[in-house]
């Protein structure tokens, strides 16, 4: 059977849909390019809503995981020209929650793919401030 090489890839930061869509949508921003910014958020906004994509998710980190998917949807969601991004962070939000404890047993602490990543990621989202972190990713 050939393999479907027309499927979405995994939903992260980095190289995914979100990420994509938020340095299209934050380019937008800096031209001015209303038209842009629209289709970037549309585009974020149909990855949160495809359960094909969202079931590529496989844990709770910042790198490919809920973690990056929320931090990267908070971010978008900030700037956004209508509310359709910012309607999801709640079940992106209870995604994560779910799920933030399944790290490998020793998995080491740090940001991009350990425990550290997720607590930045609870922590901006539970205070709304975000302590200027998401800049190593683009993100803000």
Do not use: F, K
């Not at 949807?73 to 309607?87: E, L, V, Y």
């Not at 997720?118 to 972190?133: E, F, K, P, Q, V």
């Amino acid at each position: 059977m050939p393999r479907n090489r027309h499927r979405p890839g995994r939903p992260s930061w980095c190289y995914g849909t979100p990420g994509q869509a938020r340095a299209q949508q934050l380019a937008a921003l800096a031209t001015g390019n209303a038209a842009r910014q629209r289709a970037a958020e549309t585009a974020l906004a149909r990855c949160l809503d495809d359960p094909a994509q969202l079931a590529r998710i496989v844990d709770p980190a910042l790198c490919h995981g809920w973690a990056g998917l929320l931090a990267t949807a908070w971010h978008a969601a900030a700037d956004a020209s209508t509310p359709d991004i910012a309607d999801r962070l709640p079940g992106l939000l209870g995604s994560l929650l779910g799920h933030a404890r399944d790290t490998p047993p020793g998995a080491l602490p740090g940001l991009i793919e350990g425990s550290a990543g997720i607590a930045l990621t609870l922590h901006s989202i539970a205070t709304g401030t975000t302590g200027g972190w998401q800049t190593c990713l683009l993100l803000g």
